[in-house]
Structure formats: structure tokens, C-alpha cells
Nanobody, 127 residues
Framework: EEQLVESGGGLVQPGGSLRLSCAAS?????????MGWFRQAPGNERDLVAS????????YYDDTVKGRFTISRDKGAKTVFLEMNSLQPEDTAVYYC???????????????????WGQGTQVTVSS
């Protein structure tokens, strides 16, 4: 089981940027294959925003964030980042880091569901 610790949320004005980080720790020496970010706004379901496989290739992005958000992993593959640019009020939500052992295609297609969750970090976009 992975422990996922997020950081980097906060308040930003429309058009601004934020960078989220998520560090995974586990006694399993093999990094969890698929990691990603979900978000949940009040009254809404928790939706997948972006995900990335262990090799860092072919990341998945939801259509609402394509071209604005970038997901990446560090060389050790146990830390995942979400660079968020051109933020808009509709991006306001609690963002959750997530991880699971899934095949590469499922991760790249956004067709996976996490085994492990972080505690969530609030992102608020407001003037």
C-alpha cells in the first residue's frame, strides 16, 4: 500500500499557475505503475484530471485541462507533479493524488481506478 503526500495547493488568481507535488512511499521497491491526479468540486464527483505511467510516456489528460496542465514524474518515479497553468475558476476543487498497479494502456487511456489516495489539497482560483 502506498502512502501519498500532496503539497502545493493554494489560492491563485484567474490566469495564474500552481504546481502540485505528490510523494509516494512504500516498502515495495517497485514504484506504483500508474499515478495521477483527481479533483472534486463541491457537489461534483471525483474525476480524473491526468495520469502517467512509470516510464513517464504517453500521459493522459482530461479534455478540460489539455494544453494547460502538465503531469510528470521524477527519475525515481515515486514523485508525481502537476503543473497547472492558465487556471480558471472552474478549476477550483480539492485535488487528490492517486496510485494503482495498472497496465500501461489503461493508465494512458485514463481507464483506471486508484488503490491508494492522498489526503487532498485545496486549489482555489478566484480574483
Amino acid at each position: 500500500e502506498e502512502q501519498l503526500v500532496e503539497s502545493g495547493g493554494g489560492l491563485v488568481q484567474p490566469g495564474g499557475s500552481l504546481r502540485l507535488s505528490c510523494a509516494a512511499s512504500s516498502i515495495n521497491l517497485t514504484p506504483t505503475y500508474c499515478m495521477g491526479w483527481f479533483r472534486q468540486a463541491p457537489g461534483n464527483e471525483r474525476d480524473l484530471v491526468a495520469s502517467i505511467y512509470i516510464d513517464g510516456k504517453d500521459p493522459y489528460y482530461d479534455d478540460t485541462v489539455k494544453g494547460r496542465f502538465t503531469i510528470s514524474r521524477d527519475k525515481g518515479a515515486k514523485t508525481v507533479f502537476l503543473e497547472m497553468n492558465s487556471l480558471q475558476p472552474e478549476d477550483t476543487a480539492v485535488y487528490y493524488c492517486a496510485a494503482a498497479f495498472y497496465a500501461r494502456t489503461a493508465c494512458s487511456d485514463g481507464n483506471w481506478y486508484p488503490n491508494d489516495w492522498g489526503q487532498g489539497t485545496q486549489v482555489t482560483v478566484s480574483s
